[in-house]
């Protein structure tokens, strides 16, 4: 009879697995020492690849963006640290692509050659692949838990505006205590934990005039984009 494997993936709301590793930023101990920050944990399939060459280039130009909303970026693949810092420097001296040149990937990118943090992770996919990570996205919250997950096959890349607006909105839940609807960003009405009914909603909130009721179960209510970004950014 073939033996089951035992495959651990973390959910949404569970802890984040603690590892320690080595990486091109020296060693880490995770989560630990990312405690009071966001965090993105993301793993790519293989350095001196171009789908990742372009994903290294486009999240390094953003992470000083990302890096303003009290979030830091921890990348992972299964090669090993003299391939990635061969990778990053190559990146860095020869590669210009979209406007984006010498760029430099300050973020750790972790060394896995093992596996153990790419397995603990859920990362490796078998009916992807047995021997790379896939794409998979991490978003971590300063208590060191999941707070959201996103996987894409190898061929894909990501959209990094759309793990910025997930940040963003996230902290926003939090902040404002409320939900983020469809293709929300900043400026845009969020909506209303309705209570049972729009009536208990409105009960609950100063401007009761700004909330907008489609039905019982689905209300929202402005909030300035400036408002949002301040408390975020805390600008
Ligand atoms: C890439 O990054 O281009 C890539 C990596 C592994 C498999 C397929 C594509």
């Known amino acids: 009879m073939e033996e089951k494997q035992v495959v651990s993936m973390p959910r949404i709301g569970d802890p984040a697995p603690e590892f320690k590793a080595v990486t091109t ?18 793993s790519h399939p293989a350095d001196f690849t171009p789908v990742c060459t372009s994903e290294f280039m486009t999240f390094a130009s953003m992470e000083a963006k990302f890096a303003e909303a009290n979030c830091k970026l921890v990348g992972l693949s299964v090669d090993g640290l003299y391939s990635h810092i061969a990778w990053l420097r190559t990146i860095k001296e020869k590669i210009e692509y979209k406007g984006m040149k010498n760029v430099e990937v300050n973020f750790p990118l972790i060394e896995d050659i093992t596996m153990d943090v790419a397995k603990k992770y859920g990362m490796i996919q078998p009916g992807e692949s047995n021997t790379k990570a896939v794409r998979a996205v991490f978003f971590i919250d300063p208590k060191g838990i999941i707070r959201a997950i996103i996987y894409y096959p190898l061929s894909l890349g990501r959209n990094f505006d759309e793990l910025y607006r997930v940040v963003i909105a996230l902290q926003t839940a939090d902040a404002f205590s409320v939900a983020t609807p469809a293709d929300w960003r900043p400026g845009d009405d969020v909506i209303v934990p309705t209570a049972g009914s729009c009536g208990v909603a409105k009960s609950r909130m100063e401007n009761k005039e700004d909330m907008k009721c489609y039905d019982w179960f689905f209300c929202t209510k402005p909030i300035d984009k400036e408002k949002v970004m301040k408390t975020i950014l805390k600008k």
């Open 25 to 42: 930023q020296g060693n880490i101990s995770f989560p630990a020492d990312y405690n009071g920050s966001w965090v993105i944990l993301f």
